[in-house]
Each structure stands twice: as structure tokens, then as C-alpha cells.
Antibody
């Protein structure tokens, strides 16, 4: 059974950097698959942030609206992947979810973490 | 890219059928057969209900079905049950290795 768990600070100051980690259990991340981040501002809808392929060169792909502030990386030794978002503002306040893209077409998210709330405030 | 357009809310009585539409463009929904649907109960993570437009993951009741015509995808819930009351989001591949979610629809069981 694949399980994902987000971790990181719940409060970040404006203009600072938001860093979150997703720890995967029940599957060796180095075996492949695409791993994603999604966020949801309180009371609002889902927003796709980006994803990374966890094998070979580990190439990542980002939402164009966040691309200039965003890095997604993978640490195979820890079976984790991470999100780093620079220069945050109140608009980045959201529940952040990590998830895995499924097999076959790899265009759907079949396993999700429980989500972690990040608040941007001074 | 802009969010896909979904109705804000739909409702139905137990046993009835409801359909949720998800409208995009020829770049996303219309250009690919990679539409997925997610159910989200309050305070919970989203759950995959439909993928690749019409496919249902193991464990999802067969009263959930998906379809697509042109730039619009649809999720139909037949034989509505109380536990189906939740928010539903569509998601489509949008080309250039990116994805876009819908605006979300609240399903209310009357």
C-alpha cells in the first residue's frame, strides 16, 4: 500500500521561502513514476503546482504561473520528494498535497497525502 | 492556464442521477483523452473516481461514470446516495507537460 505524508512548517513569513517534503512509504521512489504537488487555498479549488519523474535525470515540470519561484526535487536515498517556493505572499496560503501519478497513461493521481496547511503571515 | 469551468453546485434526491460538466478548450479537454475526476469530502484529501475520461479505478462504485464530447467532459452519478455528497473536481492534461483542474462542483443530496 503506497502512502504519502507531507511535512514542513505551518507558518512562513511573507517574502521568505516555503519548503515542504513528501515522504513515500510502501514503494521505492527510485523505481520510477511521476510525483506531484497540488495546493488548495482555504475554501477554494485545487491548483496543480507541478511534478517530477523519479528516475534517471529526475526532470520536473511546473505550473507556468509559479515556474519562476518553484523548484521540485527528489531525494531517492530518503524516498522523498520536495517542493520549494520562493518569495511567498499571502496568496500562497493553502493546504499543500503531494500525490503520485498512476500507471498506464500516468495522467491521473491515484495516491494522495493527507495535506498540510501552510499559512503565509508575518 | 485558466481553470476548467464547472457548475458551482448540483443537487439531486437519493436514487436520482446527476451530471457534472467540465468545460475546457481544444488545448486541454478537447485535445487529449486524459480527463480525471476527484471526489473530496470536507477536511479530506481528494480521491480518484474516474481516469482517462471513462475508466473507473478498482473499488469505485459503478454508479460513477465519465464521458467526453468536444471540449466538455462529464461525470454522472447514477443512483445518488447520501455518501456521494462532496465536492468534485475534474482535471485534464493541458499539453506542454502541464495539467489544469476544474473550478469544483458541490454535490448536494437532498
Amino acid at each position: 500500500q503506497v502512502q504519502l505524508q507531507e511535512s514542513g512548517p505551518g507558518l512562513v513569513k511573507p517574502s521568505e521561502t516555503l519548503s515542504l517534503t513528501c515522504t513515500v512509504s510502501g514503494y521505492s521512489i527510485s523505481s520510477g513514476y511521476y510525483w506531484a504537488w497540488i495546493r488548495q487555498p482555504p475554501g477554494e479549488g485545487l491548483e496543480w503546482i507541478g511534478y517530477i519523474y523519479s528516475s534517471g535525470k529526475s526532470k520536473s515540470y511546473y505550473n507556468s504561473s509559479l515556474k519562476s519561484r518553484l523548484t521540485i526535487s527528489v531525494d531517492m536515498s530518503k524516498n522523498q520528494f520536495s517542493l520549494t517556493l520562493f518569495s511567498v505572499t499571502a496568496a500562497d496560503t493553502a493546504i499543500y498535497y503531494c500525490a503520485r501519478y498512476g500507471t498506464g497513461s500516468s495522467t491521473y493521481l491515484d495516491y494522495w497525502g493527507q495535506g498540510t496547511l501552510v499559512t503565509v503571515s508575518s | 492556464q485558466s481553470a476548467l469551468t464547472q457548475p458551482r453546485s448540483v443537487s439531486g434526491s437519493p436514487g436520482q442521477s446527476v451530471t457534472i460538466s467540465c468545460t475546457g478548450t481544444s488545448t486541454d479537454i478537447g485535445g487529449h483523452n486524459y480527463v480525471s475526476w476527484y471526489q473530496q469530502h470536507p477536511g479530506k484529501a481528494p480521491k480518484l473516481m474516474i481516469y482517462d475520461v471513462t475508466k473507473r479505478p478498482s473499488g469505485v462504485p459503478d454508479r460513477f461514470s465519465g464521458s467526453k464530447s468536444g471540449n466538455t467532459a462529464s461525470l454522472t452519478i447514477s443512483g445518488l446516495q447520501a455518501e456521494d455528497e462532496a465536492d468534485y473536481y475534474c482535471c485534464s492534461y493541458a499539453g506542454t507537460l502541464s495539467y489544469v483542474f476544474g473550478s469544483g462542483t458541490k454535490v448536494t443530496v437532498l
